[in-house]
């Protein structure tokens, strides 16, 4: 999957572990190092279960590739600064935060990438690992990318729910 599925993933279960820890604010600390980064970490592997289109990168030639991804990190960013506490490029510790699970949520990309890229140590198991999580049925553009909008506005309708509900 894209950078933004994970991405608004990872932040929607910040959300929810946060709204659990209502204003116990250690209980919130807590919460936030033993639940959501591990969940958000996990729930990369789910969506990579789910028929989806990724972007091909070939190595060789990178520059296609990287433009895409860029593209695809400044989407998952503007979504995510719309959920922000003040909703302006200026966020407090509580949105760095769901920033963090987010790019947590998309992390096992960035190892796969960092390992095919630059042959980084110690890595290849983890991508293997990686590799034969994600789904083997072959869908086109049109299927796999719709997967991934549907994935993106149900997270953005729960975070809607989340923030609109919290008291």
């Known amino acids: 999957m894209f950078?933004?599925?994970?991405?608004?993933?990872?932040?929607?279960?910040?959300?929810?572990?946060?709204?659990l820890?209502?204003?116990?604010?250690?209980?919130?600390?807590?919460?936030?190092?033993?639940?959501?980064?591990?969940?958000?970490?996990?729930s990369h592997f789910l969506l990579d279960r789910i028929p989806h289109y990724d972007f091909i990168i070939t190595?060789?030639?990178?520059?296609?590739?990287?433009?895409?991804?860029?593209?695809?990190?400044?989407?998952?960013?503007?979504?995510?600064v719309g959920f922000t506490s003040n909703?302006?490029?200026?966020?407090?510790?509580?949105?760095?935060?769901m920033f963090l699970a987010a790019f947590v949520a998309a992390s096992p990309d960035i190892i796969t990438h960092l390992n095919?890229?630059?042959?980084?140590?110690?890595?290849?198991?983890?991508?293997?690992?990686h590799d034969s999580i994600h789904t083997h049925i072959k869908v086109g553009p049109v299927i796999g990318w719709s997967t991934q909008v549907l994935v993106v506005l149900l997270c953005f309708w729960a975070l809607t729910m989340l923030r609109k509900n919290k008291g």
């Open 21 to 42: 820890s209502g204003n116990r604010r250690k209980l919130g600390q807590v919460l936030y190092w033993l639940v959501t980064m591990p969940v958000a970490f996990a």
């Open 87 to 97: 909703q302006s490029l200026v966020i407090n510790i509580r949105d760095a935060k």
């Open 3 to 19: 950078v933004t599925p994970h991405g608004v993933l990872g932040s929607l279960i910040f959300e929810g572990v946060d709204r």
């Open 116 to 129: 095919k890229l630059l042959n980084v140590p110690y890595t290849s198991g983890f991508v293997a690992f």
């Open 59 to 80: 190595y060789p030639s990178l520059a296609q590739g990287i433009v895409r991804v860029i593209i695809d990190i400044l989407i998952c960013w503007c979504i995510l």
